[in-house]
């Protein structure tokens, strides 16, 4: 099962990268509840920008922040500086054994036993 971080669900709405497409519509994908807030809840959408995200999430299953992930996330958060909604996000991964769909790997590279996959590299978009 995939997740995706933040970043990947924006890009996926932007022209320009079709690519992801596949990926996003894929009936096995999930997103975290932290990734909800962060999409929906950014400043500058357009309502056609927020349409679009809120049937994405309409249909897609979202990963709620649980005490075990909150959990996880706390240990994350102690072992290294890192933002909230990448600890909820890495935490969510951890806890359903998610590969963590992002391209910022580099946020998350340093976390043991989480598995990373950045799509732009995949499709040699770096």
């Not at 971080?5 to 992801?20: R, V």
């Not at 649980?66 to 951890?94: H, N, T």
Request: contains cysteine; charged residues 20%.
């Amino acid at each position: 099962m995939n997740l995706l971080d933040s970043n990947i669900i924006i890009y996926a709405s932007k022209p320009g990268h079709e690519f992801l497409q596949t990926l996003i519509s894929d009936p096995d994908v999930v997103a975290s509840a932290a990734s909800y807030v962060e999409v929906l809840g950014y400043h500058s959408l357009t309502p056609a920008e927020a349409d679009q995200l809120e049937e994405f999430f309409a249909n897609t299953t979202l990963l709620h922040l649980e005490p075990a992930v909150l959990d996880e996330a706390v240990k994350l958060r102690r072992q290294r500086k890192m933002k909230l909604g990448d600890a909820f996000v890495a935490s969510c991964a951890l806890v359903h054994g998610c590969t963590l769909v992002t391209r910022n790997t580099h946020d998350f590279d340093w976390i043991p036993g989480l598995v990373l996959l950045d799509p732009f590299a995949a499709a040699g978009k770096s």
